[in-house]
């Protein structure tokens, strides 16, 4: 029996939520994959891991999602588990000043946050059925990242909020085609979360938008959102199911 680390992959892994993953699993003695866009950064941080590569490629070519995970198993390594955090969000009304919503900026957003999404749950899926199951009689997990815009979605949110609502709708169903398979599916719906995006605005409206959150009131951490990928899985009987993190925050129209 192979005694070499299991593999976590994460898509969107060079920043945000995703570097938070990748750190948190390296730390705990996972083989790392980072998969990102930015190739650069995606390779400045493998290189700080003590056990991590990194693939540059868009998430929306599904043929480069396909060739990068099966190339990490071709290595020889075992994928237990997948997480999606690549993901844009950039606000556009419907009707505005500047006129009606951008047909191909919306199509852009849902290739890349819902079906970039899918484009990893079914690379990951492929790789994870081959896996021998482990003590807990699993495959493997995929883990997905939604927003509770998802549910809140706020003014100048159609698209992305669209996007997060896809992801969550595919929650039930893709663990329910992967149940046979011993792979579980389960979804983050984060609120605020201080990830670049929202760490590069001032400290005021940093200050304002956490304290907009109930409890506790202010920004989460993206280590918070590491420490609750890491229960998923480790926590066989979380599956089918989208889960807030949010701190009891429900957004306002704007």
């Known amino acids: 029996m192979s005694t070499s680390p299991s593999t976590v992959l994460v898509s969107g892994g060079a920043s945000g939520l995703g570097e938070a993953v990748a750190r948190r699993f390296a ?3 996972w083989h790392v994959v980072i998969l990102d866009r930015d190739g650069d950064r995606a390779r400045t941080l493998a290189a700080e891991l003590p056990d991590a590569g990194a693939i540059e490629l868009d998430v929306t070519d599904s043929d480069a999602v396909d060739a990068a995970v099966a190339a990490v198993v071709a290595e020889g390594h075992t994928v237990r588990l997948a997480v999606s955090c690549a993901g844009i969000g950039p606000p556009q009304r419907i009707l505005s000043k500047r006129g009606p919503h951008k047909v191909a900026d919306f199509h852009t957003i849902i290739s ?14 492929v790789a994870m059925a081959e896996n021998e199951p482990d003590e807990h009689g699993q495959r493997g997990a995929i883990v997905n990242t939604a927003s509770i815009a998802a549910y809140d979605g706020q003014i100048g949110q159609i698209a992305y ?5 896809g992801v969550v709708g595919m929650t039930l169903p893709a663990a329910r085609d992967l149940a046979d398979r011993q792979i579980r599916v389960v979804t983050i719906a984060p609120g605020l979360f201080k990830t670049p995006l929202l760490g590069s605005l001032p400290q005021e409206a940093q200050d304002s938008l956490g304290a907009s959150v109930p409890n506790p009131a202010r920004l989460g951490d993206p280590s918070e959102y590491a420490d609750l990928v890491a229960h998923i899985q480790s926590n066989v009987m979380l599956n089918g199911e989208v889960i807030r993190l949010d701190g009891a925050l429900r957004m306002a129209p704007r």
């Open 27 to 29: 730390g705990d003695g």
């Open 161 to 165: 909020a669209a996007s997060k609502g």
């Open 112 to 125: 890349v946050n819902l079906l970039g999404t899918f484009h990893v749950l079914r690379a990951a899926a």
